[in-house]
């Protein structure tokens, strides 16, 4: 039976770069496995506190999505970086479900990418990322930050414009899997 993937932009722009590059990645693996790509748009929650919590309880939602993660064989994630950290719609999502299940990511292997617009390519984000998720139950299996997307993506194509860097996304997501 062939793997199960899910991925997704930790972002919520309509028009993200990052689930470009993650849509594109997924492409790569297309055939090999069973590939869902998830949209943070879809599991929007009010602004996490102790207060809501208490009124909510475990909203449907972050159990849903930690449904996907337990269901899944393997994890692509493409973070966009927002002042040097994760999305606040990301950050909101991953504070609902920590809170059901601390070890998010269920030892789950995973590919982390992130990109921007900029020459560093989110990779402020992708340190924050790399640092915490051991502690979150993410094995990481390949990181890549992307520089300067929008030089580097073909937009209408969805496919990586400069070799070097289309080579390095390949290397990594077959990384996900591979022993
Ligand atoms: C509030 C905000 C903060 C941002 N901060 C950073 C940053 O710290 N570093 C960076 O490289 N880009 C930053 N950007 C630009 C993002 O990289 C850019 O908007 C990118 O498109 C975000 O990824 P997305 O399109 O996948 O959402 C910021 C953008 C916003 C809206």
Redesign the pocket.
């Known amino acids: 039976m062939s793997k199960k993937v899910i991925a997704f932009?930790a972002?919520s722009?309509r028009?993200?770069?990052?689930?470009q590059l993650v849509t594109h990645a997924c492409e790569l693996l297309r055939g090999e496995c069973e590939i869902e790509i998830l949209d943070l748009n879809d599991y929007e929650l009010p602004l996490f506190s102790v207060d809501r919590e208490d009124e909510l309880g475990q909203p449907a939602l972050a159990r849903d999505f930690l449904r996907k993660i337990s269901d899944s064989d393997g994890i692509i994630i493409?973070f966009?970086?927002?002042?040097?950290c994760y999305?606040a719609a990301y950050k909101n999502l991953y504070d609902w479900v920590s809170r059901i299940q601390p070890r998010v990511y269920q030892d789950k292997p995973m590919v982390l990418l992130s990109?921007?617009?900029?020459g560093?390519g989110?990779k402020?984000v992708m340190e924050l990322a790399l640092a915490q998720m051991p502690r979150f139950g993410g094995e990481v299996r390949a990181s890549l930050s992307v520089p300067s997307?929008q030089d580097n993506f073909d937009s209408e194509t969805g496919v990586i414009s400069n070799a070097e860097i289309a080579a390095q996304v390949e290397t990594a997501v077959n990384s996900l899997f591979a022993k």
Do not use: D, L, Q
């Not at 990109?115 to 900029?118: D, L």
């Open positions: 932009a972002s722009s028009r993200s770069i990052n689930k493409a966009a970086e927002h002042n040097g999305s990109t921007s617009p900029g560093r989110g402020s997307f």
